[in-house]
């Protein structure tokens, strides 16, 4: 069964980048059966996409923080990472990494497919 | 801001049946995308309840049922037990500003 764990600091300073990790076990992220995503939820309870990454370092991004946002993957760690730069308060936030399914369906690539697995989430608090 | 609206919160008596609405418009749900629903327990991850509408993952029980129709789904709970408290998400994705993966505003659902 698949495992996904969040880490990085959970106090970041406005302006500073955040780095955050997801290492995952129980299955490889070397495989074009799935992306590699972030997701996060605010203190008001929303969750709000952040971006997918796939196995050969493909990127998909949020129109709403790609400015700011990058992803990258260790495979030889199995795991991916994200930053964003130019942090504020309002980027205060629990962040998830999750696994995106990345099957075709009915011969068609679609974005429209799901997250299967999702790590418990860290909170990272944008704080002076 | 969530381009698909939830009710906050929705309630009912052990073994009654509650349904949660997700309403989106011509950009997502409308737009023919598929639509996915979670579980999630505060402090916990995330779980994968429903996908492609109507499809349970091996493991969620068969109380758990998911529909669409034009611009909105639904999750329904049959028979509601204490353990089903929890606040439950849709998603789908929006083709609009270059096109994203969205999220519902979420529902707290409350057995009474």
């Known amino acids: 069964q698949v495992q996904l764990q969040e880490s990085g600091p959970g106090l970041v300073k406005p302006s500073q980048t955040l780095s955050l990790t997801c290492t995952v076990s129980?299955?490889?992220?070397?495989?074009?059966?799935?992306?590699c995503s972030w997701v996060r939820q605010y203190p008001g309870k929303g969750l709000e996409w952040i971006g997918d990454?796939?196995?050969?370092?493909?990127?998909f991004y949020s129109p709403s923080l790609k400015s700011r946002v990058g992803l990258s993957l260790d495979t030889s760690k199995n795991q991916f990472s994200l930053r964003v730069s130019s942090l504020t308060a309002a980027d205060t936030a629990v962040y998830y990494c999750a696994r995106f399914q990345a099957i075709r369906r009915n011969g068609v690539q679609r974005p429209d497919n799901w997250f299967d697995s999702w790590g418990q989430g860290t909170l990272v608090t944008v704080s002076s | 801001q969530s381009v698909l609206t939830q009710p906050p919160s929705v309630s009912g008596a052990p073994g009654q049946r509650v349904t949660i609405s997700c309403t989106g418009s011509s950009f997502n749900i409308g737009a023919g995308y598929d639509v996915h629903w979670y579980q999630h327990l505060p402090g916990t991850a995330p779980k994968l309840l429903i996908f492609?509408?109507?499809n349970r993952p091996s493991g969620v029980p068969d109380r758990f049922f998911g529909s669409k129709s034009g611009t909105s789904a639904s999750l329904a709970i049959a028979g509601l037990q204490a353990e089903d408290e929890a606040d439950y998400y849709c998603?789908?994705?929006?083709?609009?500003?270059?096109?994203?993966?969205?999220f519902g505003t979420g529902t707290k659902v409350t057995v009474l």
């Open positions: 990454i796939d196995y050969i370092g493909n990127t």
């Open positions: 129980g299955a490889s992220i070397s495989t074009n059966k799935y992306y």
């Open positions: 492609v509408n109507n």
């Open positions: 998603q789908s994705y929006d083709i609009s500003l270059s096109g994203s993966s969205v």
